[in-house]
Each structure stands twice: as structure tokens, then as C-alpha cells.
């Protein structure tokens, strides 16, 4: 399948992403397919041999949803993975939300957690080599071209809410990376043979340099929200302003979890996706946040240039007017 390149991400052709939303920061609906209700299932049809789900192997699944962290793949290990296409980048070391409602997203989501709490059984396909995995594979997709990403991050479902019309909230956790090499099925869902890349063999992860480099990082966003805060005369939660995750993770995780800030970028996003090494990734975050501290400090001190001495907050602005 050819492949293409838009800033600086490689893309390959793909039918229409699914109609779902992402919920949370900065989630946003993302347009798609109509959703084929009559593709739906009812528990009392249900998929061929989904009664047959063993009793046992109910039993031996967490209801809750909240296991283990799965073990990681090895890099370079090839399988056929569901893939979940959106307007959105996933990435590891991070949480991804989801709302699924469309009928053919209903059905893998809930064969992904079959025998777990709410999960309508008549919805399972037991079938599916992925059926109670909880692991499904998420990519980038270009709403206006319909290009694809080659480069995507496996998920695992850590929780689930069932709601009354049906529709299932989902929260992910981003595992891994992977590349597309093949694809396997385009309908109901996308199916692909992926390789899961070796981020093991990123030598320089944990070097000195990349651990100076993450603080020098996690400083500047939180000089970045400080003065955010402060143009806009507002305040933020404790969690807000010095996230845990600046101090808790490595800078392998960081150098994801900072690319997930920039979520009106998806592009850019995408980019840090691909970017091979922990350095490179880290370096690039360096620069985008170093330009974003310049402006807002620019923006702070223009602010301060026009406040009148003892006046309000509301004062606090440059005067009306431009250029004759």
C-alpha cells in the first residue's frame, strides 16, 4: 500500500474513520460514516457461539477492569491487532478517554472486554483472537484526506462505563508504539499487521543527558502554566500547575507525555510519535515550549507596560486601536 508524507508524518490511505468522540481535555465530536444501527446485534441473537463463552473464563477476568498493566511486547514482534482510527493522537504514557456509540465500535469494544462488568455478551464474537485482550491499536487519522498513520500506540481499557442508551465511555492507557506493515480487513473494523518497535534499544533514554533534559523540560511547563496564570489573572488546581507526571516519570514516558499537551496540534503530535529516540522527542518538546515561555512572556510584560498604576485587573490590557 503506498504511503505518503504531511508534516512530517507518514500516512497511508484509509477508509472513513469511526464516528466516536473523545472525552475529557480538550475532546472534541470527530465526523465520520453514519452509524449502521441495523448492524447491530441484539443480546438475544448475539454472535455465533458467544453462549459458548466458558464460565471459567468469565470467572478468571477482573470485573472491574482494572488489572495488571500488561506486560510489553517485544519490539520487533509482529501480530494482527484491531485497529481504532481518529482524528486524535494517542500516545504512550498516557490516558485517552473515549465515547464509543457506533454500532461496529460497540461490538469491538465489547468483544475486547468480554466477561467484564455491563458488557452485553450478545455484542461478543468470541471468535476474535483480541476477545477479553482489553489491547486494541489507535492511529492518527487526516479527516480531509483520509491518510492514515503508520506509526500508532497500542492501548489497553483500564476502565468502562456503561451508559443506559447504550453507548460505552471507555479510558485507555497508552502502552506502546507500533508501525502498520499490512493491512488485514477494512470492514467491520480495520484489522492490521503491526510491528511493535524497539524502544528497548533506545540506548540513550535514561542517559544523563536525557534525564538533565527532562527537567529542563518539566521546568518549563510550569514556567509555561505560571504564565498563563498570570496573563489571565486566573488560578489552577495544584495538580494544574505541577503535575505529578513532571516527577513520577522517566524521560522516556515524559517525552511522550509532554507531546500530549500540544492535543491542537495533531500533526506536531504525530511527529513526536514517530520521532525515534527519547532525546530527539525531548529536544523537540525543549523548543516548542522555550518559544510558547517567549511569547507569553512577551504577552505578560505588554500587559504590565499598559496597567495603569493601582488599577484593576480589568484595566490590564493594552488600549483599543491600530494603524490609520
Known sequence: MLAFSKGGCTLIPCNPAPQTRAWGAGGVPHKAAPCQQQHRRSSKDGWPGSRRLATAQRQRRAQSLVPQAAARKPGGLREQLPIFPLGLVALPATEVPLQIFEARYRVLFSTLMAGAEGIDEGLVNPDKAWCGSRMFGMTFIDQK??????????????????????????????????????????????????????????????????????????????????????????????????????????????????ASLFAGSPYQQQALLEEETTLGRLKASQELLSGTQRYLGAQVALVGAFKPSGGSESDASPPAGGPD
Open 145 to 258: 484526506s483520509q491518510g492514515l498513520a503508520s506509526i500508532g500506540t497500542l492501548l489497553e481499557i483500564t476502565e468502562h462505563s456503561n451508559l443506559e442508551d447504550g453507548r460505552l465511555l471507555v479510558n485507555n492507557r497508552g502502552r506502546q508504539r507500533f508501525k502498520i506493515l499490512e493491512v488485514v480487513e477494512e470492514s467491520p473494523v480495520l484489522v492490521c499487521e503491526v510491528e511493535y518497535l524497539r524502544d528497548e534499544e533506545d540506548e540513550g533514554a535514561n542517559s544523563p543527558e536525557a534525564v538533565a533534559l527532562a527537567a529542563e523540560v518539566a521546568e518549563l511547563f510550569r514556567s509555561v502554566v505560571s504564565l498563563s496564570v498570570k496573563l489571565k489573572a486566573t488560578s489552577v488546581p495544584a495538580d494544574i500547575a505541577n503535575p505529578r507526571q513532571l516527577t513520577e516519570l522517566g524521560p522516556f514516558d515524559l517525552s511522550f507525555w509532554v
